[in-house]
């Protein structure tokens, strides 16, 4: 089985572009990587497209072909297929294109994540989003995402004596490095005062506990070992690759607040990496709402169950133990369901490229992203750097 | 690499199931392949669901973890990923289990294709299966697929001096042979004469030209070369697999009347698969209108273009040179968009293990199955059987 290499990484800004549409963010963020990789579009030899709304909020399926076509590969025939896992489509498109290296068919291949969220009027959204969800079990008696992170983020808070700060915390942190992140849709730095005192969404979470509503898209190149030696690119490696599924509806699960599906493949993604939690450089949470940020930390290993508020006054800074997110996670670089797994990898890349300026992290040698789909249904977790 | 193995498969019967729901539609059939394969549910590794519309119609996406939950997989935690290529989702889900399978990374892979296509109110599926179409280019100023099917049909009369009879023909042997089919939606035989007279649809395709709105489930398990031999058991190998794209729009293309993906495809499977033409025993073409059943005839090789005529007076039949969807096909077996295409995997795995009964291909050694989406935006094309 061939190692896999990411040889090159794009992205569109992240936010609410109104004036740009669904396939002309595509072919931003696929043209940036292409370029970045220093091939031509034509090494390309299968797209993997990442998208989750497209069919309901645009009206348009088979995402791949789209992308495919208007990128201008459509002429050289490459086939290109749309994964989804819904907000984890991305990091479960990037497994499934290490998956095609490794079967030894395919040397170079492209993943594209993408969302054009605010096509949509108003609270509309709302319902759309909520397909992500269990739609005859949870969405159907009128759970929403947001709803369901809210009363999650409750009973944490009450068993274990966590207050809101603590989740504030986490949206701090994303600001702030957002605030370095010229692809980042929110680049204001905001207090714990103005997060705790924003507007109400779902008691306990405020507006600046939940990822906004956003545009963008993503992508990256794969290579394979033979590949990569064969025309001396100095790629980052993809370490390790792992995912894990759960029950679809938050009350099938242990507990509401056990995230099981990352716990799984977070311990398999270290596993197969032969790493320690200690090695770990950075990690990209998928921190939808602030709640799972703090959830994330803990089921991945980085503190015991409750004590993940241990953390965010220092250690999840970008010179910290752990820093996380220094993208600026899902709350603050946005939340472009399709896009934004993917968009990790590009940050990643960056990252262990030493190309990301302010918002560097000193001397990183292995990122772990973390991609989730819904509440907690699957989680997709790598593992890239090293040699 | 290794082989890979169809070692089960099951199918609900195709439909307007009103009274049951898309995912007791998926878990039947996952159950009916597991148990026809002889093993456990917790024998499966991973779960690669295929859908197209469930997003749009039935507000749910994150297919893969609604199967996965409701087939009583999800808590063994395995993976379960949607592979969406519109109306070719269900080949690209195949080719998607085989590339895990090659990887090394799995033994076990179970692939469902599910689609509820009647839980939408009269005219309004028509706007919901043109997201198969160019949403921006086609859709949006009133092409729908069987428009565009009529264009490019009309428009192939005309060049090649085809009569509608021909295109009621290929209909005809579909209803034909899904009289022999318990699965199948319809299994009255039809007249030419009664296709020909049938209610216009889009000139020149009459109702009886287009596959039906359908309801219905249909699964395979996928085996390893290693986990085959360990256990004994008698597979039906998957030779070859190959995929093609062209541009997402009919105007785009070569020329109105040409599946280029079909084409590539075709061919592509034959050379993987060390075959001619010749050693094909029956093919499952994906015929979701008359016109399409004979170009595709013509792009895989088997009839020059114009000629596809020619065949479809004897040489189609279940006793013929080239016996086309001894299943009922699209038109009339039916076209749940997801699940078509597994539905295909479904047929070819009976029929190479001889238990068709009626409609039994006799001697049937290697199927050749044609997947496509929409117009043909994407081709995956199969060939099943032998040692």
Redesign the interface.
């Known amino acids: ?1 061939s190692d896999v290499y990411i040889i090159g990484a794009g992205e569109t800004k992240f936010g609410e572009l109104w004036e740009r ?1 669904l ?1 002309e963010l595509a072919v931003e963020a696929g043209l940036k990587a292409v370029e970045n990789a220093g091939i031509y579009s034509r090494d390309v030899q299968i797209l993997y497209g990442s998208n ?2 497209a ?2 909020i ?9 992308i ?2 208007f990128s201008g ?3 050289n ?10 907000t984890a489509s991305g990091g ?1 498109a990037v497994r ?1 294109a ?3 290296i ?4 395919y040397d170079v291949v492209m993943v594209g994540g993408v969302e054009k969220m605010t096509d949509v009027y108003g609270s509309e959204i709302l ?2 989003t ?3 969800l ?3 079990w949870e ?1 159907f008696f009128g759970a929403t995402p947001a709803a369901l992170a809210a009363i999650t983020a409750r009973k944490y808070m009450t068993d274990f004596n966590v207050d809101k700060e603590a989740l504030a915390m986490i949206s701090v942190n994303d600001h702030l490095n957002a605030s370095k992140n010229p692809d980042a849709q929110y680049k204001n730095k905001i207090t714990v005062e103005q997060a705790m005192s924003s507007t109400p969404v779902a008691e306990p979470l405020n507006l600046m506990d939940c990822s906004p509503i956003t545009d963008g898209a993503a992508a990256i190149i794969l290579a394979s070992e033979k590949y990569v030696k064969k025309n001396k690119i100095d790629g980052v490696k993809i370490r390790s690759s792992a ?7 938050v009350h ?1 699960r242990k507990s509401i607040y056990s995230l ?2 990352t716990r ?1 493949a977070g311990r398999l993604a270290l596993e197969k990496a032969g790493l320690k939690l200690d090695d770990i450089s950075f990690v990209e949470l998928h921190d939808s709402y602030s709640i799972y940020g703090l959830l994330e930390l803990e089921e991945l290993g980085f503190a015991d169950h409750g004590h993940a508020k241990d953390l965010v006054q220092d250690e999840i800074k970008l010179n910290g133990r752990i820093p996380v997110n220094p993208s600026g996670g899902l709350k603050a670089k946005g939340n472009p369901f399709g896009a934004t797994g993917v968009g990790q990898f590009v940050e990643a890349y960056r990252q262990l490229k030493n190309k990301c300026g302010e918002r560097q992290v000193k001397g990183a040698e292995y990122a772990m992203l973390h991609s989730m ?2 509440t907690g ?2 989680s ?1 977790v790598h593992i890239v750097g090293g040699q």
Chains 1, 2 share one sequence.
Do not use: F
């Not at 995912?243 to 509806?249: C, E, I, R």
């Open positions: 089985m549409s396939r989750s709304l069919g309901i645009n009206g348009q399926e088979n995402i791949g072909a789209l495919s076509d590969i459509a002429e025939h490459i086939p290109a297929i749309r994964i989804e896992a819904s479960a499934q290490q998956l095609a490794k079967s030894g068919e319902d759309l909520s397909s992500v269990d739609r005859e969405a995912d894990a599924q759960d029950y679809l509806a099938s099981e599906s799984l789909a819904g249904a699957m997709v």
